[in-house]
């Protein structure tokens, strides 16, 4: 998630950087699918799944709201 959005930042355009915080939405969504994934194969146990996403899940409403943010300063930039 980090790494999409720092190579978005690193391309200096806003829209770009917007682009790369949607993919890191999508990372974090499939983050939660790997970890269904362990959780189904005995790779971690119901305690540990639970405990990671607990950590996983706040990260999806603190990028939503980044996201938001980001659209309204590019809207501001379009005059909208």
Same mark, same amino acid.
């Given at each position: 998630? /980090?790494?999409n959005s720092?190579?978005?930042? =690193?391309?200096?355009?806003?829209?770009?950087?917007q682009?790369?915080?949607?993919?890191?939405? =999508?990372?974090?969504?499939?983050?939660?699918?790997?970890?269904l994934?362990?959780?189904?194969?005995?790779?971690?146990?119901? /305690?540990?799944?639970?405990?990671?996403?607990?950590?996983?899940?706040?990260?999806?409403?603190?990028?939503?709201?980044?996201i938001a943010f980001? =659209?309204?300063?590019?809207?501001?930039?379009? =005059?909208?």
């Amino acid at each position: 998630m /980090a790494a999409n959005s720092s190579e978005g930042h =690193g391309r200096y355009h806003i829209k770009d950087f917007q682009n790369f915080n949607y993919f890191s939405r =999508g990372s974090l969504s499939e983050t939660k699918t790997w970890l269904l994934k362990a959780r189904y194969r005995k790779l971690i146990t119901d /305690a540990q799944f639970e405990k990671l996403l607990a950590e996983v899940d706040p990260l999806g409403k603190m990028l939503n709201n980044y996201i938001a943010f980001n =659209g309204k300063h590019l809207n501001q930039q379009r =005059g909208d």
